[in-house]
């Protein structure tokens, strides 16, 4: 298993934040995921638009899976519809 850092994008209104999140800790966890850490960054100002949004609320997740998860939650995170963006990054050790 490597380490990844997972960065993902939600919108600022709180309904549409919280079911974002338990849908992708949801989804982590059915695809076997460990998550080792959860850094809630807080809102910020986008560099570009996205989704017709200049706000949004970022959260950062320290994770162990395998390098083939990441293109089964690449899949499942391009359908929801509560994520504005998201990018896995490698973690170096």
């Known amino acids: 298993m490597r380490q990844y850092e997972l960065t993902v994008i939600f919108p600022l209104e709180e309904d549409q934040y919280k079911a974002g999140r338990e ?3 949801a989804d982590l966890a059915a695809n076997g995921v460990e998550i080792e850490k ?3 960054i807080g809102d910020k100002d986008l560099a570009y638009e996205i989704k017709k949004r200049k706000r949004g609320r970022y959260v950062l997740f320290t994770l162990k899976l395998e390098q083939v998860k990441i293109v089964v939650l690449d899949r499942i995170f391009k359908l929801n519809a ?3 963006k ?8």
């Open 23 to 25: 849908q992708v800790l």
């Open 38 to 40: 959860t850094d809630e």
């Open 86 to 93: 998201y990018l896995f990054i490698k973690r170096e050790e």
């Open 82 to 84: 509560n994520i504005l």
